[in-house]
Nanobody
Framework: VQLQAFGGGLVQAGGSLRLSCAAS????????MGWFRQAPGNEREFVAA????????FCADSVKGRFAISKDNAKNAVYLQMNSLKLEDTAVYYC??????????????????WGRGTQVTVSS
């Protein structure tokens, strides 16, 4: 499956951005998609995930209450709505696909496909 992420940019602290990820190349929607992020010098962090078939979602504690993940099965797309952005949210955000269905349960046991990252920069 091929993943394309969109929507990164520069935003002031407290602002909002919405990231989009479009998937292609797979006819079944029986898998999870998620978002990870990586700031310079840091390990890649698991942010959120959603089951495309059942709608189960997961958000990491670091973003819970500020970020929300959603999907549009007709478009094979997932979205990450990011509100109340903080300086520490600055990172490259990556879209991912997990065919085993673990991400939406909050278990990062591996990703089957990665999309290219999109930069999110939060300024003061």
């Amino acid at each position: 499956v091929q993943l394309q992420a969109f929507g990164g940019g520069l935003v002031q602290a407290g602002g909002s951005l919405r990231l989009s990820c479009a998937a292609s190349g797979r006819t079944s929607n029986n898998y999870d998609m998620g978002w990870f992020r990586q700031a310079p010098g840091n390990e890649r962090e698991f942010v959120a995930a959603i089951s495309l078939s059942g709608g189960r979602t997961f958000c990491a504690d670091s973003v819970k209450g500020r970020f929300a993940i959603s999907k549009d099965n007709a478009k094979n797309a997932v979205y990450l709505q990011m509100n109340s952005l903080k300086l520490e949210d600055t990172a490259v955000y990556y879209c991912a696909a997990d065919f085993r269905g673990w991400l939406s349960a909050g278990w990062n046991y591996g990703v089957d496909h990665w999309g290219r990252g999109t930069q999110v920069t939060v300024s003061s």
